[in-house]
């Protein structure tokens, strides 16, 4: 439930309400305790519902109104487009983020309440060593300069890291340049069947300072990975990088079409050329097929999670 709340604060900022439809499914003891900590507080129910499609009503929206024990959205030019709600459908959730950055200090250990240093960025706390742990509630909104700035203003040991939802590898790299470690809050926060049905798991961010799996030099069209490196041609390589380009994205994989942008060629051939030159380097036919992945009947992608890989331009 704690990482589906934070889910939905990385697409839609801290102003994200949660519905009572998509609520629905988690309600129970959980939900309940969520509830009782104010970390989700209930609002006013709506009173008023999105109109049809295309609709030429000049309404803004549709008012609801009782309907026998549940309610009606009208439409007023086309009853066959009248939407008949549930009680629970009307419900709004507002989602405490001070509250629910706190619960999430307090697992992790740290005696002190965080703080929003800057808008979606909270100083969760210090470990023993003064490593600073930051949440980025929505990376792509910081300004990156403001970011670096300010972390390294209210860490004066010069070691941080920053939990967020997945990052693109450039954005892991001007972070890495910026002596700033990311971890994935999908490894950090884990489901548990507690409290408030999470907990925090530090050996995740022992991991995030480890080093990356895949290294991609993109200068030198080279990888390097599992102790070994493969250069590749400055014609194929364009390749390479539209994989990499997708795996920091929400879908991993790249479509046919879009690799075969790169040249016109077909992107089975490309793939191949891409696997070939591995083979050239000293991998196995295997391991070209473990980093470059095909989805069938989908596109391809790479083996490696985008919190794995290093860009260095």
């Not at 009853?79 to 419900?91: K, P």
């Not at 290294?215 to 990088?241: D, L, N």
């Not at 793939?271 to 295997?286: P, V």
Request: charged share 25%; proline share 4%.
């Amino acid at each position: 439930m704690i990482t589906m709340l934070l889910k939905l604060l990385s697409e839609a900022g801290d102003e994200a309400v949660l519905s009572g439809s998509a609520a629905r499914p988690y309600y129970g003891p959980v939900f309940d305790r969520l509830l009782k900590a104010r970390i989700l507080v209930e609002q006013a129910p709506l009173e008023d519902w999105d109109l049809c499609n295309e609709c030429q009503c000049g309404l803004l929206a549709r008012p609801v109104r009782p309907f026998g024990d549940r309610f009606r959205a009208d439409c007023p030019l086309d009853a066959s487009r009248d939407v008949v709600l549930e009680r629970d459908d009307l419900r709004v959730f507002e989602i405490s983020v001070a509250v629910l950055m706190g619960e999430i200090a307090t697992a992790a250990g740290f005696d002190q309440p965080p703080v929003e240093i800057i808008k979606s960025l909270w100083c969760l706390g210090e470990t023993r060593s003064g490593r600073g742990i930051y949440y980025g509630l929505n990376l792509a909104s910081l300004n990156r300069s403001s970011l670096i700035a300010v972390i390294r203003q209210s860490n004066k040991a010069g070691q941080a890291t920053i939990i967020t939802q997945k990052a693109s590898p450039a954005t892991k790299q001007w972070l890495r340049e910026a002596g700033i470690d990311h971890a994935n809050v999908g490894d950090v926060i884990k489901p548990a069947e507690n409290r408030l049905g999470f907990v925090f798991g530090h050996h995740a961010l022992d991991a995030a300072t480890g080093a990356p799996e895949l290294i991609v030099q993109i200068k030198a069209a080279q990888i390097e990975w599992q102790g070994r490196s493969a250069t590749f041609s400055h014609q194929i390589f364009p390749v390479f990088q539209r994989l990499l380009e997708k795996a920091g994205s929400r879908d991993a994989i790249a479509s046919g079409p879009f690799l075969e942008d790169t040249s016109g060629r077909e992107a089975k051939d490309l793939i191949r050329e891409l696997r070939d030159q591995m083979k050239t380097a000293g991998f196995s036919d295997a391991e070209s097929k473990s980093l470059i992945k095909t989805a069938r009947n989908r596109g391809y992608f790479l083996g490696v999670d985008a919190e794995s890989i290093s860009v260095i331009g």
